[in-house]
């Protein structure tokens, strides 16, 4: 399934099928990639950050986590539960990403939540758009997604998104637990996208 989203190359070890494998195991996936990195990065109490990164003044990173070449973090966001910015990618201010992997040259403008998600390459996410995690509203809050048709169970609780390469996610745009984006969709300004149509 990440194949027919995610086609270019990243060195991030990515689950071979389901996208919600990668996320359920990020924690542990990331304190082994922490232990592969080289001398280009600065390594304290499980979050690794490259020599070449910039990061915002009150920006808060909690373990585990990898910030890679290149990449920007914008002032007073706040990344936790496991995240990866691969080199190139960037987050503005304000912004709040849990449990996600955002691939190379990716960006997010600001004022955006991203959760348990995994975002390809080239993705461009406007400000205040919304990658939701959880069915606050639902008595069965299990995350399915709709792959071909077909309904399958993440078995997860909370489960974002996947975001295909070379996305465009518009401005105040809301993207339901559960979403499959191919890769160069376009999602409009404000636009709400729920494909899990699963009511108990």
Known sequence: ?????????T??????D?????I?????????????????????????????AVIGHNVTIKA???????CFVGANSYLRNGVFLAPGAKVGISCEIKTTVMLEDSAMAHFNFVGDSIIGHDVNIEAGA??????????EKTVFVYHEGQPISTGLQKFGSLVGDGC???ANAV???GTLLKPQTIVRRLELVEQDSYQP
């Open 130 to 139: 919304i990658l939701a995690n959880h069915f606050n509203e639902r008595t």
């Open 64 to 70: 585990p986590a990898v910030i890679s070449a290149g």
């Open 24 to 52: 359920a195991r990020l924690g542990g996936i990331l304190d082994a990639v922490i232990k592969t990195l080289g001398d280009g990065y600065e390594i304290h109490d499980g979050v690794a950050i490259h020599k070449t």
């Open 175 to 177: 993207l339901s637990p």
């Open 11 to 16: 060195a991030f070890p990515l689950a071979k």
């Open 168 to 170: 465009r996610i518009g």
């Open 1 to 9: 399934m990440i194949k027919e989203y995610i086609t270019t190359p």
């Open 18 to 22: 389901r996208p919600w494998d990668t």
